[in-house]
Each structure stands twice: as C-alpha cells, then as structure tokens.
C-alpha cells in the first residue's frame, strides 16, 4: 500500500511520528512538505545565501522536523534534541567548521539528563573520538567538508544546529537532492520526505478587497484580515517554481494521498500551486484522505464552515476528495484552558468546527465518505492526536483491501 501525505513540516512531523509508531510496515510513505517557509531564523539564513553566496537556499526547518520524527536510527532521541537545540554563541557562522558545530552542539546534549545514559555515553566517546556516524557520512563525500566553514559573515546566535548544518553541507557538495539523502542515511529515515520543489516558492495571497499580502510568514502570522482571501499565487519572484522530480512517481503510484489538517491557504494550497503539481494530481488515480481542521485558522479562513474548506481544496486540487476526517468531538475546557485556546495565534477567538447534517447529506451525494470521531488531543486543546489519526488512516486503508 502507497500513501504519500502533503502539509507543511511543523506539523506534519507531529503526525508522521504517529504514522511511525502506528501504520503497519508495508505502507510505503512519501512525505511532501511545503517549501514557502519565510520566517525568523529560516528566512535569515536564506536571506544570506542569496547576498553573500548568489544561492537560493531552500528553507531547511520543515524537512528537518519530517526527518527525524520518522527517524528509525537507535540515536533517534539524540538527533531529535541535536535538531532543535538553538546555538547561544555571541560568534558568526563563519567562525565554524562543521566539526566544531558537532562539537559544540554535542555538549549541549550531554547535559541533557532526559536522554538515555546508554546514548549519551555514545555521544561523549563518537565527539571525543570524531566518530559520530555524521562524520562518518560526510567524510566519505569529501574529506575536507568537515574542516569547511560556511562563508556567511552573521551571528550563530538563535539558529537552530541542524539547520546550518544542512545549509552548510548544501553548499559545499551544491548537490541539495544528495544533501537529502545524505540526512535520509544517516537518520536511517523508515520513508522518504520529499520538498514540493527546491525552487524559490515565496507566496502570495489575494484579498476579496483587492488588498495583496506578500510572504508566508505575513499571511499566516502577521497581516491584519480585513477581507477574505480569494486567491494564492506564486510572488513574481518564484513563478518559475516547478515541483521536485521525485513527486511524480510517488503520487502517480499512489494508492491514496492525504491531505492534512490547519493553515489551508500557507501548509495545504502553497504545494498545489508549485507549477504541474495539480497536473500530475489529476493524473493521479490515488484516493484522495482530507483531514479537516478541528477549528478554523483566524485570518486566513475566517468564517469557514467545513463545506468551504473542501470546495475551497478542490478547487486547488482540479479533483474531489473521497474521503473527510472529521473531528466531532468538543472538550469540556476549564476558564484557564478556553483562554489558552482562544488565545493561541492559529485558533484566535475561534469555536470548534463541526459538520452539519446538511453538509454530510451534501457530501453522500459527491460520494464523499464522512469519517466522524473524537481527534482531538487533549494537551493542545485543538490539535489533531496523532494516536487516533492514525488509527483513523489504518481503518481506510484496511477498507480498500
């Protein structure tokens, strides 16, 4: 069975660790993950490449998170702390050689005492002994691109290890499909994650008001709504975006493709745009999985009911979906947990999103087939629980055999 998921990389992560701990081994999963992030520490260091380096870099945090949340290596908790752990140096990039990133990261994660002591010993004798299998791995591309530093005259100061770490490997092999896959042996990643394009994808959304808002970052976090979004495009910057070669054979062999749930417009409809996605996607005779929003995204699908939010993806997909995951499910919140949940910048003073019974009528007559359970988790109040998502995922994929 072939499953390829499409989303961005902050989330998804979440539940692709769920898919890893939950769907059988013969599912074959490919992962595409958006490539229009532009914010904070990202945006900077792809702002660098271009200035001082005449390169495009594609935003790495996505992927980074896709990665090691399917990571099947026995050092799978060491990478997922390597990964997030923020540099605190007061130096510039260019004052490292990947060696010493290694190394300075690497003693971050020996403080941790939440990790395994087994692998923290690991940690002590391969960074002792420069042994670590990221080494190992590097070493046979090039000898010298552990020694390499990466030319860019700004501070380490609040970017993330891993990060540079790619953008730095990137660069020296210019080679970012073998950058990929060198991430992909050394995670021992179970499936493949695939970037929509490595293309420039900065975006664009259209107001009903006429009114542009430029950036991912802006439409999904900073613009002020005064008018509903009619349209996403490609900035004039990246209309020549055209997808990642490796997506057309893993959605034309697809037996489904799931679409997953929150930012409709920045995570879901920025990789449909990607020039000849929607082509090869009507090519495609996978089914089509849609995980709804439990709630709806402030900004970007104010006011949306749930019809909106399929007509709205169909529209992008040039083809219907076959079936809906809906959650159905509305927690009891004490005083303090409504207003972390209103509060929270992808919710803002939102409710619970629910089906109607008109719309499930409407839906059976499209041959849309409802899936209607509790989905939610418990922690974040309004997130998608990746245990009961996947089983959601098994229960289809065991209908289709």
Same mark, same amino acid.
């Given at each position: 069975?072939k499953?390829?998921?499409?989303?961005?990389?902050?989330?998804?992560?979440?539940?692709?660790?769920?898919?890893?701990?939950?769907? @059988?081994?013969?599912?074959?999963?490919?992962?595409?993950?958006?490539?229009s992030?532009?914010?904070?520490?990202?945006?900077?260091?792809?702002r660098?490449?271009?200035?001082?380096?005449?390169?495009h870099?594609?935003?790495?945090?996505?992927?980074r998170k896709?990665?090691?949340?399917?990571?099947?290596?026995?050092?799978?908790?060491?990478?997922?702390?390597?990964?997030?752990?923020?540099? %605190?140096?007061?130096?510039?990039?260019?004052?490292? %050689?990947?060696?010493? +990133?290694?190394?300075? =990261?690497?003693?971050?994660?020996?403080?941790?005492?939440?990790? @395994?002591?087994? =692998?923290?010993?690991d940690?002590?004798f391969?960074?002792?002994?420069?042994?670590? @299998?990221?080494?190992?791995?590097?070493?046979?591309?090039?000898?010298?691109?552990?020694?390499?530093?990466? @030319?860019?005259?700004?501070p380490?100061?609040w970017?993330?290890?891993?990060?540079?770490?790619?953008?730095?490997?990137?660069?020296?092999?210019?080679?970012?499909?073998?950058? +990929?896959?060198?991430?992909?042996?050394?995670?021992e990643v179970?499936?493949?994650?695939?970037?929509?394009?490595?293309?420039?994808?900065?975006?664009?959304?259209?107001?009903?008001?006429?009114?542009?808002?430029?950036?991912?970052?802006?439409?999904?976090?900073?613009?002020?709504?005064?008018s509903?979004?009619?349209?996403?495009?490609?900035?004039?910057?990246?209309?020549?975006?055209?997808?990642n070669?490796?997506?057309?054979?893993?959605?034309?062999t697809?037996?489904?493709?799931? =679409?997953?749930?929150?930012?409709?417009?920045t995570?879901?409809?920025?990789?449909?745009?990607?020039?000849?996605v929607?082509?090869?996607?009507?090519?495609?005779?996978?089914?089509?999985?849609?995980?709804?929003?439990?709630?709806?995204?402030?900004g970007?699908?104010?006011?949306?009911?749930?019809?909106?939010?399929?007509?709205?993806?169909?529209?992008f997909?040039?083809?219907?979906?076959?079936?809906?995951i809906?959650?159905?499910k509305?927690?009891?919140?004490?005083?303090?947990?409504l207003e972390?949940?209103?509060?929270?910048?992808?919710v803002?003073?939102?409710?619970? +999103?629910y089906? %109607?019974?008109?719309? =499930?009528?409407?839906?059976?007559?499209?041959?849309?087939?409802?899936?209607?359970?509790?989905? +939610?988790?418990?922690?974040?109040?309004?997130?998608?629980n990746?245990?009961?998502?996947?089983k959601?995922?098994?229960?289809?994929?065991?209908?289709?055999?």
């Amino acid at each position: 069975m072939k499953l390829v998921t499409i989303w961005w990389g902050n989330g998804q992560s979440n539940l692709l660790s769920g898919f890893f701990e939950f769907l @059988p081994n013969e599912v074959e999963l490919a992962s595409i993950v958006s490539m229009s992030d532009d914010g904070r520490t990202t945006w900077e260091l792809m702002r660098k490449f271009a200035e001082h380096l005449w390169q495009h870099l594609p935003p790495p945090g996505d992927l980074r998170k896709c990665l090691y949340s399917t990571s099947g290596s026995y050092y799978r908790e060491y990478f997922m702390k390597a990964f997030e752990t923020i540099f %605190t140096i007061e130096k510039n990039i260019s004052d490292f %050689t990947i060696l010493e +990133l290694y190394r300075e =990261i690497s003693k971050e994660v020996l403080k941790d005492n939440y990790l @395994p002591r087994a =692998i923290l010993d690991d940690v002590e004798f391969f960074t002792a002994k420069n042994k670590w @299998p990221l080494a190992e791995y590097i070493a046979r591309k090039n000898k010298n691109v552990l020694d390499y530093k990466l @030319p860019l005259d700004s501070p380490i100061k609040w970017h993330k290890f891993w990060n540079i770490l790619m953008a730095s490997i990137y660069h020296n092999l210019w080679d970012y499909n073998e950058m +990929l896959y060198g991430m992909h042996k050394l995670l021992e990643v179970k499936w493949r994650i695939l970037p929509v394009t490595i293309n420039r994808a900065l975006i664009k959304a259209k107001l009903e008001n006429g009114k542009v808002i430029e950036t991912q970052d802006r439409i999904s976090n900073v613009a002020d709504y005064n008018s509903a979004i009619s349209d996403l495009e490609l900035m004039d910057c990246s209309k020549s975006a055209s997808y990642n070669e490796a997506l057309k054979e893993a959605i034309l062999t697809a037996d489904f493709i799931m =679409i997953w749930p929150w930012d409709l417009y920045t995570s879901i409809i920025s990789n449909l745009i990607i020039w000849w996605v929607w082509e090869i996607l009507k090519k495609s005779n996978a089914e089509i999985i849609y995980v709804l929003n439990s709630t709806n995204k402030w900004g970007e699908t104010d006011w949306y009911n749930v019809s909106d939010f399929v007509n709205r993806l169909e529209q992008f997909l040039w083809k219907n979906i076959d079936y809906l995951i809906a959650n159905n499910k509305k927690l009891n919140l004490t005083w303090s947990e409504l207003e972390r949940f209103k509060n929270d910048i992808s919710v803002k003073w939102w409710d619970y +999103l629910y089906i %109607t019974d008109e719309e =499930i009528e409407d839906f059976e007559k499209r041959w849309i087939k409802v899936v209607e359970r509790d989905f +939610l988790d418990k922690v974040s109040l309004y997130k998608h629980n990746k245990k009961k998502i996947s089983k959601a995922t098994n229960d289809i994929l065991r209908w289709s055999v």
